[in-house]
């Protein structure tokens, strides 16, 4: 960089800083300012920028990004964490990594899995019943959906799925843990079919892969168009606790398409939803010993148009009621009843199509071909139009109705190669990923929705991204009002941005000043994810989740009421009624009570701990050696064990939290006495 400038740029920069400084002294009323205009501050931030290698514009980023220590980030990032099977919190615009929430995978820390009642429970909750005796310990996490009123992220509940299987995760937005696990019936995986209702009324999950029918038969490939079967899953929530309550959920099914990215309707489109695929073709691959010519990814592009599945999902949980199947524990509409009841339609969508993405408006559907340099925007009141007046080019080959493309499309904009997902900003932008051009395209909508004087669909810039970008988020992007301020890009390569450590290279989540929706879009910062490959995440402004500080004494988490296993300070007992040893434990700093635990081998053993202090943050672990046993005691929490002394022995338990000066001595014995 010219000198000059350098020199010129960093003095404005300065002169900012000292703005900024002056404004916090003004409504602090505090001089901790210090340096205030010019002087000393010019003087080290020139030194700092030297010594760095920083320009200006590093400067300015810094700055954009920074929170200082003891603030708080304005939102909340929920991501998915890809195959570490858990969901992420991170702050945004520091980017800082908050917590790894367990879900589908034990996790230590929180003590999520390893004997105490709380992660077991959920964990063992989750097993599909089909096949018998499943017993899954990972999930690959890929698209969170935070719980909604009104078409707002209210921040009670947070839901995500696991690609691996067909399972989804319900996270307690007041403690961020974990309450349920649920294994959809009728659905062998699932990918990008989660959203919830603008009301929470349901969270929607479908299938990626479609598989042989019913759950748990067995057909060849060679039936697969006959046999297998896709499903839209409407799971229903219980509004008091954010559970899916499968009594009065519902299922749709669908041909053997694979299902991917889904939206929910809102406002315009409220009570219809829509769900891309790929795979019309229906290949199954079959290279090697099958002796096909085509591995599926060849097979399943041949066709120029693939299926946005269109939904009434408003009418359907009506028609269930009378017309659905029990199947698996769940009411299911089929193709046919479907079909007549109006409830399904199909519409082309173009080559390899991943993303669908409904408009912050509700009426603009955007939907990327991967290959193909276009998104193609349908238009929600033409939809409904094609379907009053039947407005079909035919029927696929399962008597499903295909809306005319022209007649519904609404615009398609060029935007480069390798179009996937679209978030909007609240001025009639959308912006779409393009994992093979490496960026990020910002276009306009449509009629109703732009609100400057750009033309509808047109493409306004692009901005590079590093490098091939999957997902990307806007601020309460889902919602029916999105910010228009922060972007994420969700990279899936960074070869080249972090110091190495192998082969395995971390994701990349690139934070994006969007300016108002005004642009010129900026990069402002890289964060390395470094424990998986997130897919979607969600961004929620900070002040709309009410997580709470503490537990009431003696809280069951699953329950969030007390515990019939709770003791107060003072109540600690132990009880032997024949071979069964029952402990009423506390756990306080820096002690536990009772600290010495005697059973004989093969005794069982049922231990029940209390913390029982209501001091935020005073949190305390138990692990016994040689035990697998680890729990987290939050303030407040009851937690439960229930085990065979099977390992005779002399046996340290212990505090894993740092908690107190003498946390070290927070530990005691359980003494095995051998048979
Ligand atoms: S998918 Cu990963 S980049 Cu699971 Cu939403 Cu598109
Ligand atoms: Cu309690 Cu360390």
Known sequence: MNRRFYLKALGAMVLLVGGLLAIGAACGGDDKGGTGNGGSGNADLDAIAQERGLTPEDMKHALQAYVPPGQYDPYIMIASGGQSG???VIGVPSMRLLKVIAAFTPEPWQGYGYG???GNTVLAEGNPSIPEGTELTWGDTHHPAISETGGE???????????ANGRMAMIDLTDFRTKQIVAVPNAETSHGGMFVTPDSEYVHISSKFPMPWPAGSYADLSEYQEKYRGVS????IDQATGRVNLDDSFEI???PYNQDLADSGKLVSAGWAFIGSWNTEMATGGLGPDGKPNPLEAGASQNNFDYLHVINWEKAAEVAKTKGVDTNGVKMINIQTAVEEGLLYLIPEPKSPHGADVDPSGRYIVVGGKLDPNVTIYDFNKIQDAIAAEDFEGTDSFGIPILNFDSVMAGQVEVGAGPLHTQFDSQGHGYTSMFLANGIAKFTLGEDVVKTDEAPFTLIETIPTNYNIGHLVTAEGDTVSPDD???????????DRYAPQGPLHPQNFQLIDLKGGKG???LISDTPIGLGEPHYVQIIKADKLHAIDLYKPGTDVLTMQRSEFAIDAGQEKVERNGTTVEVWMSATRSHYTPDILRVKEGDTVKLHITNTEQTRDATHGFAIANYNMQASLDPGETSNFEFIADKPGAWNFYCTEFCSALHLEMAGWFLVEPQ
């Open 116 to 118: 105490a009642d709380w």
């Open 86 to 88: 858990q969901v992420l």
């Open 233 to 236: 899953a409407w799971m229903k």
């Open 153 to 163: 992220y209210d921040g009670r509940w947070a839901y995500i799925n696991d690609r």
């Open 485 to 495: 301020n922060y972007m994420v890009a969700l990279n899936k390569w960074s070869i």
């Open 253 to 255: 099914e669908l041909p």
């Open 520 to 522: 010129p879009m900026e």
